[in-house]
């Protein structure tokens, strides 16, 4: 599994208007990956201590073949006038701080403990 990672800091006006902005962003990953089907799980994680207001998103993908497709699609959905319009937006909720691509290890690590654990 591969792993694209960004890291956006919330703007002024989300921190000010956290009810919108949250609203925007259920509304934006709706539309934003509705055309994106070999995207195969997106997750939001938000820093509470130290980085405050920073969000990191997490898309998943089979291998590198899908996320070269995404990158393809994404090229096609941004020379779509209202598409893009709506995609750069953003830029009034958070600012771009990084982006990283990261791998699941060759060896199964980790776990999940269930409710009854």
Do not use: C
């Amino acid at each position: 599994m591969i792993h694209l990672v960004y890291r956006m800091k919330m703007t002024e006006r989300s921190r000010r208007n956290q009810k919108e902005f949250w609203a925007w962003l259920e509304e934006r990953e709706r539309w934003f990956y509705r055309d994106l089907p070999m995207v195969r799980e997106v997750r939001w994680y938000y820093s509470v201590i130290g980085d405050v207001y920073v969000l990191e998103n997490w898309a998943a993908f089979d291998d590198e073949a899908a996320w070269g497709a995404y990158r393809k699609a994404l090229s096609g959905l941004k020379t779509d006038t209202g598409w893009e319009t709506e995609r750069v937006s953003q830029d009034d909720w958070w600012e771009f701080l990084d982006t990283r691509i990261v791998t699941d290890p060759p060896v199964p690590v980790g776990f999940v403990r269930g409710a009854g654990d």
